[in-house]
């Protein structure tokens, strides 16, 4: 097995790294605390291909690997896991409507995501159902031009931001196969927002509730079968676990090179910080979880881009294993830095505040252990 990415995944991996430090990282704090990610980021992001970055290259996307798209976010979280967060979304958004729309659907919403001229939103989780998320309650009622949509959507990233909203709706009986996913648009009469939750982390991107109130939505934005929408959520977890998880690798690997930087510099009892072994020791076992979580998530890219039969049950385990990893990299790296580490000035209480949430969403980290073992139990 060999462990060496391509020569083309370095370049990918650059590029991100690349556009993140000159586009994101400057300005990073100043998002957070505005509360909001300028929307003319989004079209620089978008004319590099990152917007549809395993939308197929026929549907004008990038065409590229599950394990690439892992490199896009780590290398993008080393400047800011919120905003590389909010772009996994859009491209899980970009790549269900690739998959599932019909040509028309695509031809009409897809050329301006790709640009990012317009930004999408996943919206499933509602405030009564999160893990079990098949017992939403969202209603999608027949109408002569299509459907009304009433209901209330949680947590949703972009909520009041976005232009479009994947919104996972029941259209028939209880359970998984009554659901279907249709695409609300902003300025749909109805269609509504909460107001701006006050987070722990993830700062910069604007969450909000998503409140439809008979929306009225053309069978033409019903993506792919009725009754299928549950299944294709599914679908997209997969990959979407492996790059919050490359989110989290990112983000402890910038928050390791920056405590290397500081403990090179920072002198305690006459020597500086990296002369006393005990330190050492702390640097090293952090080195050895991180590299140990990297291999992790790159194997379980590997088996979803081949269709390995465990492969959902090693992205699960990846999702759990690498975002607690990195939490506990960026919490040692924190107290490596001492009473800096806790003053925003440093960047790593941000990390750290932004990881945490990384082991909730996605499927919380409980559920990962359920899949693991479940599959486990059947075998």
């Known amino acids: 097995m060999d462990f060496a990415l391509t020569e083309e995944q370095t370049a990918i991996f650059d590029m991100a790294y690349d556009v993140g430090q000159a586009e994101i990282a400057p300005y990073a704090r100043t998002w957070e605390a505005d509360g909001t990610i300028p929307r003319e980021l989004w079209p620089k992001l978008g004319a590099l291909g990152l917007a549809g970055l395993y939308v197929p290259e026929e549907h004008g996307g990038s065409g590229l690997s599950r394990l690439d798209a892992t490199l896009v976010f780590e290398a993008l979280s080393m400047a800011c896991p919120s905003v590389a967060a909010f772009l996994s979304i859009h491209n899980m958004c970009a790549k269900m409507i690739s998959s599932f729309g019909d040509d028309a659907l695509r031809d009409r919403m897809l050329p301006s995501a790709l640009t990012m001229e317009s930004v999408l939103s ?135 090179d920056a405590t290397l930087a500081y403990m090179k510099e920072r002198k305690a009892f006459g020597k500086s910080l990296t002369e006393f072994q005990a330190l050492q020791f702390r640097l090293a076992e952090l080195e050895i979880e991180l590299q140990a979580a990297r291999v ?40 490596l830095h001492g009473g800096y580490g806790y003053l925003a000035d440093y960047g790593i209480e941000k990390l750290s505040r932004d990881l945490r949430v990384h082991q909730i969403l996605e499927g919380t980290n409980e559920i990962m252990r359920l899949i693991v073992a479940r599959d486990m139990l059947r075998a």
């Open 296 to 335: 992790f998530l790159r194997q379980a890219a590997w088996k979803l881009d081949t269709g390995a039969p465990d492969a959902t049950k090693h992205c699960a385990m990846a999702k759990k294993f690498v975002t607690e990893a990195g939490s506990r990299i960026v919490d040692g790296c924190l107290q």
């Open 122 to 256: 996943y919206c499933l989780t509602e405030p009564g159902s999160g893990s079990d998320a098949a017992a939403l309650k969202t209603r999608a009622e027949r109408s002569n031009e299509g459907y009304t949509v009433t209901g209330t959507k949680a947590f949703i990233s972009g909520g009041g931001y976005s232009d479009a909203y994947i919104v996972m709706s029941r259209t028939g009986e209880d359970g998984p196969k009554g659901v279907s996913a249709l695409i609300l648009e902003d300025g749909m009469e109805g269609l509504t927002y909460g107001g701006l939750e006050d987070k722990m982390g993830w700062r910069s991107q604007p969450t909000r509730q998503v409140q439809m109130d008979a929306v009225a939505v053309p069978a033409t934005n019903l993506l792919g079968e009725e009754g299928k929408g549950f299944t294709y959520a599914m679908m997209g977890l997969d990959g979407g676990r492996l790059n919050i998880a490359a989110c989290s690798l990112g983000a402890a690997q910038a928050a390791l």
